[in-house]
């Protein structure tokens, strides 16, 4: 061993023991497809959009976002049980006086 000459370490390569092979090139198809549709990195809100394209594809969820969107009152069973008894209680209060 001379001074000038010295040998390189030998380089550094660490395999893993327990990865998913199928995991990883899941995960390469998706980010492609991503990336073909332009949703851009996952933190952009993607999921939002892949959603709204199956909203139009059903027509019970179609209703059921147009009701949404258009802000209507919907009077389901336990609202109309609780204002019963709040009439019942009025009127049995001026039935008293």
Avoid: C, N
Wanted: glycine share 10%; hydrophobic share 45%; no cysteine.
């Amino acid at each position: 061993m001379g001074l000038f000459k010295q040998p390189k370490p030998r380089g550094f390569r660490h395999e893993y023991m327990f990865i998913d092979k199928r995991k990883e090139r899941l995960a390469e198809i998706e980010r492609r497809a991503k990336a073909e549709l332009g949703m851009g990195e996952a933190g952009t809100k993607g999921h939002e959009k892949i959603r709204g394209m199956f909203f139009d594809a059903t027509r019970h969820a179609r209703r059921r976002r147009d009701r949404k969107l258009a802000g209507g009152f919907v009077l389901s069973y336990g609202v109309i049980i609780v204002l019963l008894v709040l009439l019942f209680a009025v009127w049995k209060l001026l039935l008293s006086l």
